[in-house]
């Protein structure tokens, strides 16, 4: 009976160990297991965890997207004063029976179609002393040229601005992508240094690299569509533009014929 009871005792203690030392070493597995996991997987999380490589990429292609959206912001506001300031001054042109009254209607407005007017007019000027004796030609060739590089300078005034919003949409997912090559690297670094393909080895770099990329595209893709945007209103304002200087020739033409018109009335007496 004593004997009985000894293995009885022996068998519990035993079971007691065992049990003792498996719960302890699946209390260790998991105690590690849990510390391969990654403790946050979110946005801000992942740029703080991430490669310092990566994190210069990620900051470069957030920087890209704020001047991106600045410009728009910028460049929104100053094509709708240009746009509007034009097309007033094209109905004025339109509405003027000469040369002296678009530009007196217009003043010493500093925008581009008024500057149209002062040029035509300051050529006009300059020519004066001569057109009654060689013609109206060659003026009217020198007021076209002048308003040609006004319009001209113009546009590439309101071109500013496009040019780096159209590199930013062209290189900004090439970027992300160099990011997401680099933390793909480091991850199988990892994965060799610590000999496991363990997914909570391999997720966090993993993770890492993909916002890279995600982050490329949220810079490129709203620049593509506000390059496209701008490249069609600034065609617009050019045409306005356009119309405004073909309004002042059409003027300078008429003062040119009612200066001939005595001069053939005479002749013909």
Request: glycine share 8%; aromatic share 8%; no cysteine.
């Given at each position: 009976?004593?004997?009985?009871?000894?293995?009885?005792?022996?068998?519990?203690?035993?079971?007691?160990?065992?049990?003792?030392?498996?719960?302890?070493?699946a209390q260790?597995a998991?105690?590690?297991?849990?510390?391969?996991?990654?403790?946050?997987?979110?946005?801000?999380?992942?740029?703080?965890?991430?490669?310092?490589?990566?994190?210069?990429?990620?900051?470069?292609?957030?920087?890209?997207?704020?001047?991106?959206?600045?410009?728009?912001?910028?460049?929104?506001?100053?094509?709708f004063?240009?746009?509007?300031?034009?097309?007033?001054?094209?109905?004025?042109?339109?509405?003027?029976?000469?040369?002296?009254?678009?530009?007196?209607?217009?003043?010493?407005?500093?925008?581009?179609s008024?500057?149209?007017?002062?040029?035509?007019?300051?050529?006009?000027?300059?020519?004066?002393?001569?057109?009654?004796?060689t013609?109206g030609?060659?003026?009217?060739?020198?007021v076209?040229?002048?308003?040609?590089?006004?319009?001209?300078?113009a546009?590439?005034?309101?071109?500013?601005?496009?040019?780096?919003?159209?590199?930013?949409?062209?290189?900004?997912?090439?970027?992300g992508?160099?990011?997401?090559?680099?933390?793909?690297?480091n991850?199988?670094?990892?994965?060799?240094?610590a000999q496991?393909?363990?997914?909570?080895?391999v997720?966090?770099?993993?993770?890492?690299?993909?916002?890279?990329?995600?982050?490329?595209?949220?810079?490129?893709?709203?620049?593509?569509?506000?390059?496209?945007?701008?490249?069609?209103?600034?065609?617009?304002?050019?045409?306005?533009?356009?119309?405004?200087a073909?309004?002042?020739e059409?003027l300078?033409?008429?003062?040119?014929?009612?200066?001939?018109?005595?001069?053939h009335?005479?002749a013909?007496?």
């Amino acid at each position: 009976m004593r004997a009985s009871i000894f293995r009885w005792q022996a068998l519990a203690v035993f079971a007691a160990l065992a049990e003792g030392t498996f719960g302890a070493s699946a209390q260790d597995a998991g105690s590690s297991h849990a510390a391969l996991l990654p403790v946050n997987l979110s946005p801000w999380g992942m740029f703080m965890n991430a490669d310092i490589v990566v994190k210069a990429v990620m900051v470069g292609l957030a920087f890209a997207s704020l001047v991106t959206w600045t410009i728009w912001l910028y460049k929104t506001i100053e094509l709708f004063g240009a746009r509007r300031r034009a097309e007033n001054s094209l109905v004025d042109v339109v509405h003027s029976q000469s040369l002296k009254d678009a530009a007196q209607i217009m003043g010493k407005r500093g925008d581009p179609s008024a500057l149209l007017v002062r040029a035509a007019s300051e050529e006009l000027e300059l020519s004066d002393f001569v057109v009654d004796h060689t013609g109206g030609d060659g003026l009217k060739e020198r007021v076209s040229s002048r308003l040609a590089r006004i319009e001209a300078r113009a546009g590439r005034r309101m071109t500013r601005g496009t040019g780096l919003i159209a590199t930013i949409g062209a290189t900004a997912p090439f970027v992300g992508l160099f990011g997401t090559v680099w933390g793909i690297m480091n991850a199988f670094i990892g994965i060799s240094e610590a000999q496991t393909t363990n997914l909570a080895v391999v997720a966090p770099g993993i993770a890492e690299a993909l916002l890279a990329t995600a982050i490329g595209l949220v810079a490129a893709i709203p620049a593509v569509v506000i390059y496209n945007i701008f490249a069609r209103a600034i065609s617009g304002y050019r045409q306005i533009l356009a119309d405004v200087a073909a309004g002042v020739e059409r003027l300078v033409s008429r003062d040119l014929d009612r200066r001939a018109a005595p001069r053939h009335r005479l002749a013909a007496e």
